[in-house]
T-cell receptor, first 118, second 111 residues
Framework: GAVVSQHPSWVICKSGTSVKIECRSL??????MFWYRQFPKQSLMLMAT?????????EQGVEKDKFLINHASLTLSTLTVTSAHPEDSSFYICSATSDRGTTNEKLFFGSGTQLSVL | RKEVEQDPGPFNVPEGATVAFNCTYS??????FFWYRQDCRKEPKLLMSVYSSGNEDGRFTAQLNRASQYISLLIRDSKLSDSATYLCVVNRANQGGKLIFGQGTELSVKP
């Protein structure tokens, strides 16, 4: 089945540094990728939708200059948390829709990235 | 009002119990509905889609009431391995693929 590889699985960084998270679709072309954030005991909150070759669409309240999304190819999307602060510590997870005629109801999730900002 | 709301939980039940999760959604134009399961610090996994006619998969039964904008999940004969957080998920109308997640209901099945 379709696989989405997300790296890193976890990262600890100092406040003020930038962190890049990658999501790759391994055996399919992901025309659309979604980025979610999840705080402890809370729901997955959609941050942005990225389409290959175009600018990402951000959800209300998500700072596009802080969370940079790049979807340069059909198999790779990246999320960069710029100048991370402790309040950015969260579980970040991507998901992708397949181009194989699977209904777009089915999303394939990466395994998530736990970010801890000290 | 949140787009998708679930029972706050947590639910603590003994093995073999029947447990029901409830969910409501605010956008009447939503088209697709799902239940996902999420284990701690893992990606959510699709448990089942939910159809207007209701659907069953083994011990799991999902129901949808479009008039009330209400979705339910019933787990019969619960197992220890059912312990997880159950997420009610709705697609955003006319934005296929963009899923909105409820806050989840945690289930803990005890021996």
């Amino acid at each position: 089945g379709a696989v989405v590889s997300q790296h890193p699985s976890w990262v600890i960084c100092k406040s003020g540094t930038s962190v890049k998270i990658e999501c790759r679709s391994l055996d399919f072309q992901a025309t659309t990728m979604f980025w979610y954030r999840q705080f402890p005991k809370q729901s997955l909150m959609l941050m942005a939708t990225s389409n290959e070759g175009s600018k990402a669409t951000y959800e209300q309240g998500v700072e596009k200059d802080k969370f940079l999304i790049n979807h340069a190819s059909l198999t790779l999307s990246t999320l960069t948390v710029t100048s991370a602060h402790p309040e950015d510590s969260s579980f970040y997870i991507c998901s992708a829709t397949s181009d194989r005629g699977t209904t777009n109801e089915k999303l394939f999730f990466g395994s998530g990235t736990q970010l801890s900002v000290l | 009002r949140k787009e998708v709301e679930q029972d706050p939980g947590p639910f603590n039940v003994p093995e073999g119990a029947t447990v029901a999760f409830n969910c409501t959604y605010s956008n009447s134009a939503s088209q697709s509905f799902f239940w996902y399961r999420q284990d701690c610090r893992k990606e959510p996994k699709l448990l089942m889609s939910v159809y207007s006619s209701g659907n069953e998969d083994g011990r799991f039964t999902a129901q949808l009431n479009r008039a009330s904008q209400y979705i339910s999940l019933l787990i019969r004969d619960s197992k220890l391995s059912d312990s997880a957080t159950y997420l009610c998920v709705v697609n955003r109308a006319n934005q296929g693929g963009k899923l909105i997640f409820g806050q989840g209901t945690e289930l803990s099945v005890k021996p």
